[in-house]
Nanobody, 125 residues
Framework: QVQVVESGGGSVQPGGSLRLSCAISGISVDRHAVGWFRQGPGKEREGVAC????????YYPDSVKDRFSIFRDYASNVVYLQMNGLKFEDSATYYC??????????????????WGQGTQVTVSS
């Protein structure tokens, strides 16, 4: 059974940083694509960072490029999302997910097989 558990959310001022963690059990993060997604109130879920296990390529939408970074720790089987320069519009529930496939979905679409429960990120002054 695959389990995905996020942690690290919280409140931060604009310009601040947060690091989200995603502990995955039941599969190895070096063999499966992983990603981070977010969903704000009344909005669709969108991908903010995807990492392919096939060739370790990453994808970030323009809205977070150069501010967010996804990386994984093979030893602990944890996937991280480092978020810098946070903006008001980054406020959302953030979800970690993994795919049965080794390659990421096109354009980091939320077409993943296993999902965590989400962790809230609030950017406010």
């Amino acid at each position: 059974q695959v389990q995905v558990v996020e942690s690290g959310g919280g409140s931060v001022q604009p310009g601040g940083s947060l690091r989200l963690s995603c502990a995955i059990s039941g599969i190895s993060v070096d063999r499966h694509a992983v990603g981070w997604f977010r969903q704000g109130p009344g909005k669709e879920r969108e991908g903010v960072a995807c990492l392919s296990a096939e060739d370790e390529t990453t994808y970030y939408p323009d809205s977070v490029k150069d501010r967010f970074s996804i990386f994984r720790d093979y030893a602990s089987n944890v996937v991280y999302l480092q978020m810098n320069g946070l903006k008001f519009e980054d406020s959302a529930t953030y979800y970690c997910a993994a795919r049965a496939a080794a390659y990421s979905s096109s354009w980091c679409q939320p077409l993943y097989d296993w999902w965590g429960q989400g962790t809230q990120v609030t950017v406010s002054s």
